[in-house]
């Protein structure tokens, strides 16, 4: 059974910075492409960033384009979302998900992702 459990969550001022991490039981991370989606208050979860299994291609959600990044260690099973210049828009459930070796035709697409965190609460105050 896989894991995700994300960490670095909290309530950071707009203009600030804050880093969520990621971390994946199991001895097969590098074979997982990896994705954060956020969902916030009264709205459905929406795709933020993704990375694939190698980290050599990452793809990002037009809204946070600039701010965020996405990247992973394979070494340490762990992804990690650092977000700059943050808005009170991006206040959210953040969510890490994984997704099994397969061909991912549209990687904002929910579905192709297998196993889901807890998530963590980011606010964002203005």
């Known amino acids: 059974q896989v894991q995700l459990v994300e960490s670095g969550g909290g309530l950071v001022q707009a203009g600030g910075s804050l880093s969520l991490s990621c971390a994946v039981s199991?001895?097969?991370?590098?074979?997982?492409?990896m994705g954060w989606f956020r969902q916030a208050p009264g709205k459905e979860r929406e795709f933020v960033l993704a990375?694939?299994?190698?980290?050599?291609?990452?793809y990002y959600a037009d809204s946070v384009k600039g701010r965020f990044t996405i990247s992973r260690d394979n070494a340490k099973n762990t992804v990690y979302l650092q977000m700059n210049s943050l808005k009170p828009e991006d206040t959210a459930v953040y969510y890490c998900a994984a997704a099994k070796a397969k061909p991912i035709m549209d990687w904002a697409n929910q579905r192709y992702y297998d196993y889901w965190g807890q998530g963590t609460q980011v606010t964002v105050s203005s």
């Open positions: 990375i694939s299994w190698s980290g050599g291609s990452t």
């Open positions: 199991g001895r097969t991370f590098s074979s997982y492409a």
